[in-house]
C-alpha cells in the first residue's frame, strides 16, 4: 500500500476534500498526543508526591480484634496483649487449616540478658510468625534432644502451613554443644541473637543470678561452688567486683558472668557447624531507639513478607520505650524492679580493657560494628549502675 493511501486509509470514509481532511487529521493526531504525553505527566508528579509524602512501609494486613475481649485470632491461636495466655482454636479448624507442630525454621539462641523477651514479643505480631511461649531448653538438655526432632516438634506451637516457627531459648548460645545436636536435625535452621554491651549484660545477669540464688531452690543449679576454674559456670558474691575480678584486679575469665559476653569465642563454635548467612546478629541498643529498622533487618533474614513499619510501634513517652499499636495496643511489662548494684569506675575500666579485644574481633568476624564494639573510656555514666 502507498503512503497516501495509508494516509488516506485512516481518515473517515466519505471526506469531500481529502487534502484538507489529511491535514486536520494530522493536528488532531497531534493534540491527542500532547493531551496524552501532560496527563501522563501529571500522573508521574501525583504519583511521586504520594510517595514522597505518604509514610513508607507495607500494607497492614488485617486483624479483626473482638472490642468485647480485646483479643483476635493469629495463625492458629486466638491471642491478646504481650504476656496474655494466647487460646488454641478448635480442633476442627485446625484441621481445616493445616494446623501442625513443625520443628523450629529459626532459633532466637542468645544472648542472656540481651533483650530477647523484647524481640520473642513483638516478632511475634508478624502474620507469618509463630513463637513458643517459653524457653525449651531442647539442645542445652541431653535427656531431651536426644530424643530427636520428633520430640522438638512437639514441644513447638502449633503453626499455619505458611508461618516460620521460631523458638527462643537464648541458653544455647554458649553452651557448647547446642550447635551439635542441632546440625543434623536442622541442617539449614536460621539462628537469631540480639546482643548489648558485654559489661551491662553481665550486671543484669549478676542481678539476675542472685535474686535466683536467693529465691528459687532449684533455680540455681548452675552456682555450684565445686566446679573447676578451667570450666565456665557461675560464682555469684556478695558484691558484682569480688564475683568478676580477683583480689589483684584480674578477671575472673571462667566465670560466666563473664564468659557469656565473649561473643567472638562462642559465635566461632557455632560457625563450626553453621554458615554465616545462618546467623544474624541485633545490636540491643538499636531494638530500643530503632525498632522498626532493626525488625526490617529481621524480615529480610528470615525472608517474610513486610510488616513492621512507623504502623506498628508507638514511642509511650510515659513508659520511656517503644510499644506495638498494631493490631491493639500492647507493651512490654515494666521492669521487674530488681535494683541493679552501684558499680565503681575502676571494675568498669578493667572489664572495657578486657573486652575491646573480643568486640572489635567480634565485629570483623560477622562484619558488622555495635555501639559498644569500642569503648570511650570516658566518665562512667548512670547506666552503668
Known sequence: MSETNMKDSRMPPGCPHPSYCRKTFVYVMAACALLTTISLLAGDVSTSS?????RPGPVLPVFLVNKTTNRFRHGCYERGI??????LLPAKTLKQLGCRQRPPNAIVFGVKKGGTTALKEFLAFHPDVTVTPKELHFLSNYSLSKQGIAKYASMMPFSLPNQIAIEKTPAYFVRPKCPERLKPMIPDCKLIAILTDPILRAISDYVHMVWTRD???KGARELDPDRRESIPHYEVESTFRESVL???????TWNTLVDSGLYFKHTKNWLRYFPSDNLFFLDGNELVKRPVQSFRELERFLKLSPFFSDDIFHFNRTKGFYCIQYPLYSCMPSAKGRPHPVVEEDVIRRLQ???EPYNIAFSKLVKKTFSWTRYSYGPVKKGHR
Open 50 to 54: 504520594s510517595r514522597t509524602h505518604s
Open 82 to 87: 504481650i504476656k496474655e495466655p494466647k487460646q
Open 215 to 217: 529465691n528459687m531452690a
Open 246 to 252: 580477683y583480689p589483684n584486679g584480674s578477671v575472673k
Open 353 to 355: 580493657v578486657y573486652y
